[in-house]
C-alpha cells in the first residue's frame, strides 16, 4: 500500500476504536456447539421483506442489483457476497464484493450517523469471481478471487487505487482474517482439498511482500498444529496446496474471523466450523452438523462467519433454509434469522456497523435465484453487548 493511503488508514483506525468498533469479548468455546434456546427468543413471521427475525429485531432493503441504491445513482452490483463495515467519523461504510465471473469486483455504501445512506460507489474492478475476503486493521478490504490461480486485492473503502497482493499467494481464495497479534493474515481455500494459510508481511501495514504458510497437523478433528513455508506461492507449477507435505487439508474453506487469539473457519463440504487457539497451538471443532444429538442440525450448508461484541458468532448459510445462526460462547447453537421464499439463494457478507447495533448481509440472488436478483439488508435491535 502506497504510503498516504496507510497513513490515512491508521488515522482512520484510531477513530474506529474511538467509535465503538471491533472491542471483541473473549469467548470461551468448549467445542463442539449443540442446539439450544438462542438468546434472543424464538424467530417471529416473516416481515415485509420476508425475514423471519426475533421479537424487537427490523430488517429494511439497502439495495439491489442492477437497481439505483436508494439515495444515489449508483447501480448495485450482482452477486453481491462477502462484506465489511468500517468506521467513517460519526457514520460508516459497508463493503460488499461481487461473485461473478468476468468482471467482479466490490462496491461499497456510505452511511450518516443515523443510518441514511449517503453514497454509494464502486471500489475494486476488473476482477474474477470476488467471493469473501477480510478487512484489515488499517481500514483496508482485502478481496479474494474465488478462482483458480486467483489473487488477494487491497482496496480502499473510500475509493481509490486497489492492489494486487500477489505475494498472499495464487489459489482459489476465500475469505481472509487479521491478527494483529501475531501480526498476520489468515486465508481460506475453497477446494475439497484445501488448506488454511497465513501470510506474514515483511512490514506489518504493507501486504507487498512477505511469507506464505500453510497449516499442518496430523489429526483429523483436534490436536497440534504448526506452521510451514509454502516454497512456491504462485501455485505454478504445483498448486499451493500440494507443495507442504503434511499440510492438512479441508473440505471446501469459506468464512474466516479473528478474536481474542482464536481464529474460527469454516468448511461448507462438511459442515464444519473450526476453531484455532493460537495462544494454546491447538485446534478443535466448534460445530459439526454431523455432531449434533438428537437430529435435525439447525446450521447447515456453513459460509461466511462473523462475531458480535458478546463473543456470539454469526454463521451465513449457503443454502440449507436461508439461515443466519449464532454459536454462543456457550456452545450453544440456534438461528437468528431466517429468508423466506428465496431457497434458491445463499446468505453473504454479514457484518457488523462498528457500534455493533446494525447487521447487514445479502441475499446473493434474492426471490429470482439469479445472481442479477442481488438484495443487500440491514438488521437493527437489540443485539447483546
Known amino acids: 500500500m502506497e504510503r498516504r493511503s496507510f497513513l490515512r488508514g491508521a488515522v482512520i483506525g484510531t477513530s474506529a476504536a474511538a467509535f465503538g468498533g471491533s472491542l471483541w469479548h473473549g469467548a470461551a468455546f468448549a467445542a463442539p456447539a449443540q442446539p439450544g434456546a438462542g438468546p434472543y427468543g424464538a424467530l417471529g413471521p416473516a416481515d415485509a421483506n420476508g425475514i423471519l427475525l426475533p421479537a424487537g429485531f427490523t430488517s429494511r432493503v439497502i439495495a439491489r442489483s442492477g437497481q439505483s441504491v436508494p439515495g444515489t445513482s449508483y447501480a448495485w452490483h450482482s452477486a453481491p457476497d462477502g462484506g465489511a463495515c468500517f468506521a467513517d467519523g460519526t457514520g460508516w461504510i459497508y463493503v460488499s464484493n461481487s461473485e461473478i465471473n468476468p468482471s467482479g469486483g466490490a462496491s461499497a455504501v456510505r452511511f450518516d450517523a443515523a443510518g441514511t445512506v449517503t453514497g454509494a460507489y464502486r471500489i475494486l ?16 478490504w482485502l478481496s479474494c478471487e474465488e478462482v483458480s490461480l486467483g489473487y488477494v486485492y487491497e482496496s480502499n473503502p473510500w475509493g481509490g487505487t486497489a492492489y494486487r497482493r500477489d505475494a498472499m499467494g495464487r489459489f482459489k481464495h476465500e475469505a481472509a482474517a487479521a491478527d494483529p497479534v501475531r501480526k498476520v493474515i489468515y486465508l481460506t481455500e475453497d477446494e475439497t482439498d484445501g488448506c488454511f494459510y497465513r501470510f506474514i508481511p515483511t512490514t506489518w501495514g504493507n501486504l507487498s ?12 478433528t483436534s490436536g497440534t498444529f504448526t506452521w510451514q513455508n509454502v516454497p512456491d506461492p504462485d501455485g505454478s507449477p504445483a498448486t499451493t496446496r500440494t507443495q507442504v507435505s503434511g499440510a492438512k487439508h479441508f473440505n471446501g474453506g469459506e468464512g474466516c474471523y479473528y478474536s481474542d487469539d482464536t481464529v474460527w473457519f469454516t468448511t461448507k463440504g462438511d459442515n464444519r466450523v473450526w476453531q484455532v487457539d493460537l495462544a494454546a497451538g491447538t485446534y478443535e471443532l466448534a460445530y459439526d452438523d454431523s455432531l449434533v444429538s438428537g437430529g435435525g442440525a439447525p446450521l447447515t450448508g456453513v459460509d461466511n462467519v462473523t462475531g458480535s461484541s458478546s463473543g456470539d458468532l454469526f454463521v451465513a448459510e449457503d443454502g440449507g433454509n436461508m439461515e443466519i445462526c449464532l454459536i454462543t460462547p456457550d456452545d450453544v447453537v440456534a438461528p437468528f434469522l431466517r429468508i423466506s421464499g428465496q431457497s434458491g439463494s445463499e446468505i453473504t457478507g454479514p457484518a457488523f456497523s462498528p457500534d455493533g447495533k446494525r447487521l447487514y448481509f445479502s441475499s446473493q440472488r434474492g426471490t429470482s435465484g439469479s445472481s442479477s436478483g442481488g438484495i443487500t439488508y440491514e438488521v437493527t435491535g437489540p443485539f447483546r453487548a
Open 125 to 140: 474492478s476488473g476482477t474474477r469471481q470476488n467471493c469473501a475476503g477480510g478487512a484489515t486493521p488499517w481500514n483496508t
Open 209 to 220: 511482500s512477505g511469507t506464505l504458510q500453510v497449516f499442518k497437523a496430523s489429526t483429523a
